[in-house]
């Protein structure tokens, strides 16, 4: 039998003698490998390809149709559409379903399929205008319950938890009842009504396979390629059955393999090896002195030292490739079954896929992971003295001598490479230079464990064992250390990366309006039409005061715009000049400022952007559409505006008179927020179509919730892991643990000294991911908030986060540790 074949017998005997940490070595190895095969497995699944998507689509049909706006110039290739909406003479008209079907070919039949919106009191939803009882939608909709509707029936989808029997009242239409409930076959979480004749709202915006009017065709010929520049020109845009299914299936492109891309890929490998090598590492190391013994009397027979380290190797390679096989079936089970659940909340889901390349490099990585996590104590059991070891006397843990001057000097590379990264505009290269500087303070931290250990001296005596085992037995304590330590590093990098990064869009937001404040505006209209739409705008506001806002035009009556530019957090914004009074400038305010109001009354101009005053001038930019741009030079003041955000700058209308320009009203402005409900703007269209009416609501923006999902992820893999190490640590101190038990010492003292094996694992990796995690966060922060040359970075520190991270999980991680069992028959020991 070769020696091979006897390491893997003596591997998987072994495993199962210590099945509870086979398992947990597994566990460590597998989690990662479950976790990115079923992501992998989830993405590809949720991916829907045109060819899956057809029936979807388009039903039974041939084609289906969508035409575009009037004027709308249309050019559909193989790779997508171009589209403008300008008015353009050359554009085609709008046709009507007999044209379209003429363009078609003769005997082509035409059903409705117009997408748009209903008003349903408060809320909109999406809706489609089609009958489903007719066989060209067979496919798009399928019936759960109920029947399919008819006149002045509707079918809505269950996301929108109707029934039949239910009633639908749209905002100036007769109620709609709902008879059935039809699902997507690929959209759960889809909300939208059905039905053959709806009260639809268009959107004014238009986009292929978007809002608007569109037909299901059956035509008598297939609608390919040759045939979609005349439909464009006649402003329909086309998708058919014979242009997706003969069309050959686009190739899957693997991304260039660039320097960044490589970086970024490498850098991900090796995070994901280390933190999965640190975890398993104690496992292994405890199976080896557990081992010890079995393999000393190997040696005394004969067995070489490379034969040592096959058969330690051997667990590895049991250990990684069944928790491997397990995590990857079990990783395509999670991402196949996750899809649709995941797709409830968002999303489509398609037939069951899996990327089986990267499925499989995957699997090689966890197999690989537990044969590295297995190297270490391999190397140890091939030196290891078998004299010491028959006499079961525990052999001394020394370091090794240049281990500590690597770490260092790897350490100082990263460091160095980190100030050259944040110049970068990539971030891949600040998170690729982190990781000489974990790989340094991995090979640092057994020099530290011993160092640390140093003043246990002073600690009270449970905490003093703990620590001083810890130490002792620095192979086992230093994995663990450093897997805690590059968790921790990871998380606080990417919490302070992404904090600055939101901290800087948010700082980035600014508005020339206050938040609340409604304005209502008009394009070009004549006086007596805004003298109406003021007074139907006072009609509809009762109660609420109504500042004025003006516009300037020249001699020709032409409209002219007043801007200047500013940089607002670095990026260089341009902003438009309003033109009012005082009642105007109150609002922008918030408040009555008397300095303010004296600078407006005097002819000068209010400024809330101090930064774009110079010597006490403010420089406009006068722009037309259909006039010569001018220059002008204005005196101007600072002032404090009503929100954090808000800049701009209100000129009197004395002063933009004395520039040359006339004014004329043209603006309303209120603080006032309109309901969910409000018809201001449908009740202001009825004077002209050409109204707006905009209101401010602020920075809507929340923090980032994946920031969370870190902390979720940094709390298994530090409490898991810390636990891991703590349990075996336990094992490991069962002598000396049942020696204290012999002599009176209480269980909370044994729970205690578990405890603070805990405490320290987890503690000392914090502190030192912290410094570790620090540093990267903040050279992160530069690539991710700067905006050019001369833009200065954010940083901002999530403390909450980082305090969780830190000091939280170290003391959750203790007080985990403190329900270990403590109570250990009697032990023999040897004097």
């Known amino acids: 039998m070769s020696a091979v074949r006897v390491a893997l017998r003596l591997a998987r005997r072994g495993a199962w003698r210590a099945r509870g940490r086979s398992a947990l070595i597994m566990v460590m190895i597998g989690l990662p490998v479950l976790v990115i095969t079923a992501l992998l497995t989830l993405t590809e699944t949720m991916n829907i390809t045109p060819r899956e998507g057809l029936t979807a689509e388009l039903g039974a049909a041939d084609a289906h149709i969508s035409q575009a706006p009037e004027g709308t110039v249309l050019s559909q290739q193989g790779g997508g559409a171009n589209w403008s909406t300008g008015r353009d003479e050359a554009a085609a008209p709008r046709l009507a379903a007999t044209e379209v079907a003429a363009l078609l070919g003769p005997g082509t039949r035409l059903i409705p399929f117009n997408e748009g919106v209903l008003q349903l009191g408060t809320k909109r939803v999406d809706a489609l205008e089609t009958d489903l009882r007719d066989p060209l939608t067979k496919g798009t909709l399928t019936l759960s319950e109920g029947r399919l509707p008819s006149a002045r029936e509707v079918a809505v989808t269950p996301a929108l938890g109707l029934r039949p029997g239910d009633l639908l009242r749209p905002a100036g239409a007769e109620p709609l009842t709902v008879v059935g409930v039809v699902q997507h076959p690929h959209r759960p979480s889809l909300r939208k009504v059905v039905g053959p004749d709806l009260p639809l709202l268009r959107n004014e915006f238009w986009s292929p396979r978007g809002y608007g009017t569109g037909w299901l065709a059956d035509t008598t010929k297939p609608v390919t390629w040759t045939d979609v520049p005349a439909l464009n020109r006649a402003g329909l845009y086309v998708t058919s059955r014979t242009m997706i299914t003969d069309s050959p299936p686009s190739p899957v492109r693997a991304p260039a393999l660039t320097l960044r891309y490589t970086v970024g890929i490498a850098t991900m490998v090796i995070m994901v090896a280390l933190v999965t090598v640190l975890l398993a590492g104690p496992a292994f190391a405890v199976g080896l002195r557990r081992r010890r013994r079995e393999l000393a009397e190997i040696a005394a027979q004969g067995g070489s030292a490379g034969q040592l380290r096959t058969i330690v190797l051997a667990d590895g390679l049991i250990l990684g490739g069944a928790a491997t096989l397990v995590a990857t079936v079990l990783g395509i089970g999670a991402g196949t079954l996750g899809a649709p659940v995941t797709a409830r909340w968002g999303g489509q889901t398609g037939p069951p896929q899996v990327p089986w390349p990267p499925v499989l490099a995957v699997a090689a990585l966890g197999l690989l992971t537990g044969l590295v996590a297995a190297l270490v104590p391999a190397l140890q059991a091939a030196r290891q003295n078998t004299a010491t070891v028959l006499a079961d006397r525990t052999p001394a843990a020394a370091d090794r001598r240049g281990w500590p001057l690597a770490g260092a000097a790897l350490i100082l590379a990263g460091l160095g490479a980190t100030v050259i990264a944040r110049r970068q505009p990539d971030s891949v290269w600040v998170l690729a230079s982190a990781v000489p500087v974990l790989l340094g303070l991995v090979a640092l931290t057994p020099w530290l464990v011993r160092q640390t250990g140093r003043p246990a001296a002073r600690l009270w005596l449970p905490l003093r064992i703990s620590v001083r085992d810890a130490v002792r037995h620095r192979s086992r304590t230093a994995s663990a250390v450093a897997a805690v330590m590059a968790v921790t590093a990871t998380a606080v990098a990417v919490g ?114 101090a930064t774009a005053l110079r010597n006490g001038k403010l420089t406009l930019r006068a722009g037309s559409t259909s006039g010569p741009p001018r220059t002008i030079e204005v005196p101007a003041v600072p002032a404090t505006p009503a929100d954090e955000h808000q800049g701009g700058a209100l000129l009197p209308r004395a002063l933009v008179e004395q520039a040359g320009f006339s004014t004329k009203e043209s603006q309303l402005y209120a603080m006032h927020r309109p309901p969910a409900d409000s018809t201001l703007w449908r009740d202001l269209a009825k004077v002209t179509p050409r109204v707006t009416v905009a209101s401010e609501e602020g920075y809507q923006n929340t923090p980032d919730p994946g920031l969370w999902g870190w902390l979720v992820g940094a709390l298994v893999l530090v409490v898991g892991g810390t636990l891991a190490a703590t349990r075996l640590a336990a094992a490991d101190m069962r002598p000396e643990r049942a020696t204290m038990a012999a002599i009176g010492a209480p269980p909370r003292t044994l729970r205690t000294v578990v405890a603070g094996q805990a405490l320290y694992i987890s503690g000392l990796g914090a502190l030192v991911g912290l410094a570790a995690g620090a540093v990267t966060g903040v050279a992160l922060s530069r690539p991710m908030t700067t905006h050019g040359a001369g833009d200065p970075a954010t940083i901002a520190v999530p403390w909450p986060f980082v305090i969780a991270v830190v000091v939280g999980l170290p003391l959750l991680a203790t007080a985990a540790a403190l329900i270990t069992r403590t109570r250990l028959p009697l032990a023999r020991r040897l004097l």
């Not at 705008?537 to 516009?551: D, I, K, M, N």
């Not at 005082?582 to 952007?609: I, M, S």
């Open 496 to 609: 302070i990366g992404t904090h600055s990064e939101y901290m800087d869009r948010r700082n980035a937001y600014t508005s020339a309006r206050p938040a609340g404040m409604l304005a209502i505006w008009a394009g070009t209209i004549d006086d007596a039409t805004w003298r109406r739409l003021h007074a139907e705008a006072t009609r509809l506001l009762p109660g609420v005061p109504l500042a004025t806002g003006y516009q300037a035009r020249n001699a020709e009556n032409r409209r002219y715009a007043l801007r200047y530019t500013v940089r607002w957090n670095g990026i260089r914004t341009r902003r438009t000049a309003a033109i009012g009074d005082q009642a105007l400038l109150e609002l922008l305010q918030g408040r009555h400022d008397p300095q303010a109001a004296a600078a407006l009354a005097n002819g000068k101009a209010v400024v809330f952007d």
